[in-house]
């Protein structure tokens, strides 16, 4: 039995704004993830993966705020811990996150051996610079990247590199869990299958236990993860085993996310792209039934008012709908005959 | 009437160097294009492969440096602005960034009514340009009665870009220029927009150029695929013939790049 790294027990957290407004963009999130997982979130823009990351670690900076939950960390329960004691304890060493526009979170005054010195100096206060260097050099050679990086700024590389050499530094401190947000949706199809090669290395070397993949691009989490988590305005909808969430999905919301999906191969130009009409409820007064209800082609009167749960579906998949599973089944082999 | 022997817009040996000297950067080298009326075509290339370039020439934002360009068989000539307007009458255009394409100052109504009066609407009565613009919205489902008196950043990326194709709706260009329309914007919305364009087209019977990086969509929208690689066109042919059997190293290379769902993703070859 593999041991849990990440376990998240519905877990709440809200945004204030400036104008004293509750947004309620994460809304009891339970997630697990076990020892040589890993984990896909997916979702529309706007429905709450990124702050998903960020509460994961207990970056709790305004406006975003902490409400209710646990969260444990290889062991670690970190829930209520103030974000500066976690910055020191736990980041880098458990947990560690690759930002969204990682390509701007180098400092363009500093060599990358310079930042690299900073982030190891910050967690180790004995280590030498001439360890430092070794250590990075060797770390730089595993992961394909050339030594002579370190003694770059940032403007002398591409962004391909630019966003390798930030995965690498999130790593050097070996932790446990890594968060990727997004690490690839600025660079083109070259670089981003370089940056997967390179996450994928580090699972299968064993230098991180387990990742946290978020992105939209679906046909990529695909490949990367082992299993899918689909969000919607700030809930899980449906979790399970990619394979089966991608080619089989059971909520309504994640059959249409699957059906926008485009790839170039045989067959797939016929195939008619469903849209999900509508957009998102607004988080502030967050709907009081389904929060989907609104988008929903199965929608009935009950969701309106019905607060749904999680909804246990066998091989550990879940899903958040009112109507049973062989019920929705039914009504997409109905529309699929209907085409 | 054009016919279809004779292309709507072509270029021949366009060329556009930008620098001198060592700084010297040939960004499209020697391109020659056909696009005939109803197509849809595909530009599709990597990052600084010039497809944005020989986007902008075609629209004349930019002038080549050497070659011609051919609108409905004739020598395009844009030298004065009131040629230039002229000219985008017929051709328009749909960026990558949905929130730097509008003026912030200006609310969505301005938008919008000065679309109906580059089409000659500006005498037409105020309750008619009213039913034109709800129209233009309705199509593209968004609700006219909620933007009135809003300012385009009160919208999302998807309705900005939503808000882009009711431009188009009201101005019926014969020719649109789409470089990377959804590549800023996620899946979900991605797909309703593609829906919305294709529906226009069929609507207006528009001619589509779809720049991207992105093949699958290629793939996906286009009659016509062109591969782009350092400024110059390695391969084209109809869409089935480049995506599904290519011959040149550098679209097997590019498709080999891209996250498969059917087929199993090669990560061994970087």
């Known amino acids: 039995m593999a041991n849990t790294m990440l376990e998240v027990k519905e877990l709440s957290t809200k945004y204030i704004t400036r104008f004293r407004e509750d947004v309620y963009a994460v809304d009891r999130v339970s997630l697990a993830v076990k020892e040589g997982r890993s984990l896909g979130i997916a979702g529309e823009s706007g429905c709450g993966k990124s702050t998903l990351a960020l509460s994961l670690m207990g970056y709790y900076f305004p406006p975003l705020h902490y409400t209710s939950g646990e969260i444990i960390i290889n062991g670690k329960n970190i829930s209520g811990m103030k974000p500066d004691d976690v910055r020191k304890s736990i980041l880098g060493r458990e947990i560690a996150y690759i930002p969204q526009a990682a390509m701007n979170a180098l400092n363009p005054t500093r060599k990358i051996i310079h930042f690299i010195e900073d982030v190891i100096m910050e967690h180790e206060v004995y280590a030498t610079k001439k360890d430092i260097y070794e250590r990075a050099k060797k770390l730089f050679e595993t992961l394909g990247l050339p030594a002579e990086v370190l003694q770059k700024y940032p403007v002398e590389l591409s962004g391909g590199m630019k966003q390798r050499t930030v995965i690498a530094i999130s790593v050097l401190l070996l932790p446990k869990v890594l968060i990727a947000d997004e690490p690839s949706s600025a660079l083109d199809v070259t670089s981003q299958k370089m940056v997967i090669k390179m996450l994928r290395h580090l699972m299968e070397a064993g230098m991180i236990s387990s990742m946290i993949f978020i992105t939209h691009e679906l046909p990529l989490l695909y490949n990367v993860v082992d299993d899918i988590m689909v969000m919607y305005a700030g809930q899980i909808v449906e979790t399970g085993a990619s394979r089966e969430m991608v080619f089989d999905p059971i909520h309504p919301y994640s059959k249409g996310l699957m059906g926008s999906i485009i790839v170039p191969e045989q067959g797939l130009r016929d195939v008619k792209l469903t849209a999900i009409p509508g957009v998102p409820p607004n988080l502030k007064k967050p709907p009081a039934g389904c929060r989907f209800a609104e988008r929903c082609r199965f929608v009935r009167p009950e969701c309106l008012v019905t607060n749904v749960s999680l909804r246990q579906a066998g091989d550990g998949r879940a899903y958040r709908c009112i109507l049973p599973e062989a019920e929705l089944r039914e009504a997409y082999a109905r529309e699929e005959h209907k085409k | ?270």
């Open chain 2, 1 to 270: 009437m054009t016919t279809l022997t004779q292309p709507l817009l072509s270029a021949r040996g366009v060329t556009k160097v930008f620098g001198f000297g060592r700084q010297k950067n040939t960004a499209v080298d020697n391109v020659d294009l056909d696009l005939y009326e109803g197509e849809v075509i595909s530009i599709v290339g990597e990052s600084g492969s010039g497809k944005t370039t020989i986007s902008k020439i075609l629209l004349g934002l930019l002038t080549e440096t050497s070659g011609e360009i051919y609108f409905q068989g004739a020598k395009r000539d844009i030298r004065s602005h009131a040629k230039k307007q002229e000219y985008w009458k017929n051709i328009q255009a749909i960026f990558q960034d949905p929130f730097s394409s509008y003026n912030i100052f200006n609310k969505i109504d301005s938008v919008l009514l000065d679309c109906i009066n580059m089409r000659g609407g500006r005498s037409l009565p105020r309750e008619k340009k009213v039913e034109m613009m709800s129209e233009a919205c309705s199509f593209v489902n968004l609700k006219f009665e909620e933007l009135t008196n809003k300012y385009p950043f009160e919208l999302s990326g998807g309705q900005m870009q939503r808000l882009m194709i009711a431009r188009i709706f009201l101005l019926k260009p014969k020719i649109l220029l789409a470089d990377e329309p959804t590549s800023m914007i996620d899946a979900c919305s991605r797909a309703t927009i593609l829906d919305e364009l294709m529906h226009l087209r069929r609507e207006i019977g528009m001619t589509i150029i779809f720049i991207t990086h992105d093949i699958g969509l290629a793939y996906y929208v286009s009659d016509k695929v062109y591969i782009m690689e350092k400024g110059k066109f390695v391969e084209s042919g109809s869409a089935d013939s480049v995506i599904l059997h290519p011959k040149e190293p550098y679209t097997r290379r590019l498709l080999n790049d891209v996250p498969k769902i059917y087929e199993e993703w090669d990560l061994t070859t970087v």
